[in-house]
């Protein structure tokens, strides 16, 4: 059987790190290709709930592995790993329940060239590590949807919870570091109450050159 990995969450300073993965027959893919199952950067967030609960109806095995930021930072700042690495873990970790069903396993680029090489001794059969791969094959393309759906739901979460805990802090926007409104609300977060929550990935170089700047009075750098 073909199974699909992808991840949702990778870059974000906010909210987890989702891992997707899905164990498919050929016959349940061609089905799922046939009903919009794609990329899951490319639908709405309607969409992709929609197919998410088709997903799960439709394919042998399924799962997701949420790791929370206080995880990633432990691997980060406790264990001197890198993120890559973290994800070898991660996948190496949701495949073991189905390592030997699998034939064909398709995953989206997660590292450098050498990535695949890291599951031979787990898989026996065919593996693929393709950048952009959720938008090449179905298998990758229904796991990207079902850890964005995860996602998603925990970042609302969130954002629901800040604004019930602290009504007057700003919008905390995508969770990216690029994103304007999440760099203010980890601002304005900070200046008030001289800390990060445990939402926040602290091993991020854009918190420490959040705290940094602060530490000098300099807001107007961040």
């Not at 987890?16 to 993965?21: S, Y």
Request: include cysteine; glycine fraction near 6%; charged fraction near 30%.
């Amino acid at each position: 059987m073909i199974a699909g990995i992808d991840e949702a969450g990778r870059g974000p300073v906010i909210g987890p790190l989702v891992i997707g993965l899905v164990l498919a027959k050929k016959d349940q893919l061609e089905k799922l290709q046939k009903l919009g199952v794609d990329d899951s950067k490319k639908l709405s967030i309607s969409k992709r709930t929609m197919l998410s609960q088709i997903i799960m109806e439709n394919v042998e095995y399924y799962d997701t592995l949420v790791i929370n930021p206080l995880e990633i930072d432990n691997y980060v700042f406790n264990e001197n790993l890198t993120l890559t690495t973290l994800m070898e873990h991660g996948l190496k970790k949701i495949i073991q329940p189905i390592k030997s069903k699998i034939t064909f396993l398709q995953i989206d680029k997660m590292g450098g060239n050498d990535f695949a090489d890291r599951f031979k001794d787990d898989i026996k059969g065919k593996i693929i590590c393709e950048e952009k791969g959720d938008a090449k094959y179905t298998s990758i393309g229904a796991a990207s949807i079902l850890a964005k759906v995860v996602r998603d739901r925990i970042i609302e979460n969130i954002k629901k919870d800040v604004k019930k805990s602290d009504p007057n802090l700003p919008g905390l926007g995508s969770g990216y570091p690029s994103d304007p409104e999440t760099k203010n609300f980890l601002r304005e977060y900070f200046m008030k109450y001289n800390e990060f929550s445990d939402y926040v990935r602290k091993s991020w170089s854009t918190i420490s050159n959040l705290t940094d700047i602060l530490s000098q009075s300099n807001l107007d750098d961040f």
